[in-house]
């Protein structure tokens, strides 16, 4: 019976060794993190199936020499196979933050770019084209001028238009992002393109 069970759990750790030697970080320098987490939890597996049959076995030996050869081969086995999951989780866990800290720069590569390249480009425009001059219209999306960088500047919808003695619009109430109204005059107002 001890020797069956032997084969049985040989034949799981074969499967083990050969699923850590397969897909081991160090091998390979790109590897998906999916395929390698769903591999960690193959070999969790195996290794409930393995402790199980080390059980089994460690209640069929009778010899106490037995048993201690048996208990250091099972605690040798089980060190390697530890040391090859912590590579693995080491190396999903590199690759996860990388992959944050790389996402983390492209946003603020791209909310950088916009401030810069759309939002200056745009008050150009308003301003050389001549339809800052009072060119806003009740519904039109804006940006409100303030003191702080243009990125933060925040957006309203021109719910009003306040005309001046000479029949031209000097001001606008404006509903901002936060639901309040807010007066402003038009040269301190971006229409946005939508």
């Known amino acids: 019976m001890s020797s069956k069970l032997k084969t049985v759990r040989a034949a799981h750790r074969r499967a083990v060794i ?3 030697k397969k897909d081991d970080p160090a091998e390979e320098s790109q590897q998906d993190v999916v395929k390698l987490q769903s591999m960690m939890e193959l070999i969790q597996t195996k290794q409930k199936t393995l402790s199980e049959l080390n059980e089994k076995i460690m209640e069929i030996i009778e010899e106490e020499e037995d048993l201690d050869k048996e208990i250091e081969e099972v605690g040798m086995y089980e060190l390697n196979i530890q040391i090859g999951i912590t590579k693995i989780e080491k190396y999903i866990k590199e690759v996860t ?3 944050s800290e790389r996402k983390g720069l492209l946003l603020d590569h791209f909310a950088k770019r916009w401030s810069i390249e759309y939002l200056t480009g745009l008050r150009k425009y ?15 999306v804006v940006q409100l001028e303030s003191e702080s960088p243009r990125l933060l500047w925040r957006l309203g919808i021109i719910e009003d238009v306040i005309k001046g003695g000479d029949g031209l619009i000097c001001a606008a109430k404006v ?10 005059p038009i040269v301190k107002l971006y229409p946005l393109e939508l």
């Open 18 to 20: 050969k699923l850590l």
């Open 97 to 99: 933050n990388k992959l």
């Open 126 to 140: 308003h301003r050389a084209s001549g339809k800052h001059n009072g060119q806003v219209n009740i519904g039109d």
């Open 175 to 184: 509903r901002t992002s936060r639901g309040l109204v807010t007066t402003r």
